[in-house]
């Protein structure tokens, strides 16, 4: 069983970079799609960013298309979720997710909350305008 546990939130002002990190200490990491999600107060938890198991055929959400990137170490066991020119609207708490995937869909993402098995705690980005 996976145990994502995300860092590196924060409050920033309006255009500058965070880099959001989840990591796992189990090795198998490696071998789960991963989903980056976030969640304002009063709203529900949408998809920010998904890579698979591959690293290949990443998905963004449109709201931070050209904005955000995201990476995965398989070395480290470490996903990252790189953001720049953050906006207000981009403040929630982020959360990351895990999925157990066979090899026969390591190039697949996944979007939807619902597709994912383990979930970390989550980690509070703010920005101010």
């Known amino acids: 069983q996976v145990q994502p546990v995300e860092s590196g939130g924060g409050l920033v002002q309006a255009g500058n970079s965070l880099t959001l990190s989840c990591a796992a200490s189990?090795?198998?990491?490696?071998?789960?799609?991963v989903g980056w999600f976030r969640q304002a107060p009063g709203k529900e938890r949408d998809i920010v960013a998904a890579?698979?198991?591959?690293?290949?055929?990443?998905y963004y959400a449109d709201s931070v298309k050209g904005r955000f990137t995201i990476s995965r170490d398989s070395a480290k066991n470490t996903v990252y979720l790189q953001m720049s020119s953050l906006k207000p609207d981009d403040t929630g708490l982020y959360y990351c997710?895990?999925?157990?995937?066979?090899?026969?869909?390591?190039?697949?993402?996944?979007?939807?909350?619902?597709?994912?098995?383990?979930w970390g705690q989550g980690t509070q980005v703010t920005v101010s305008s």
């Open positions: 890579i698979p198991v591959n690293g290949g055929n990443t």
């Open positions: 189990d090795r198998t990491f490696s071998a789960y799609a």
């Open positions: 997710a895990a999925k157990i995937t066979p090899s026969y869909l390591r190039e697949r993402t996944y979007s939807n909350v619902l597709d994912y098995d383990y």
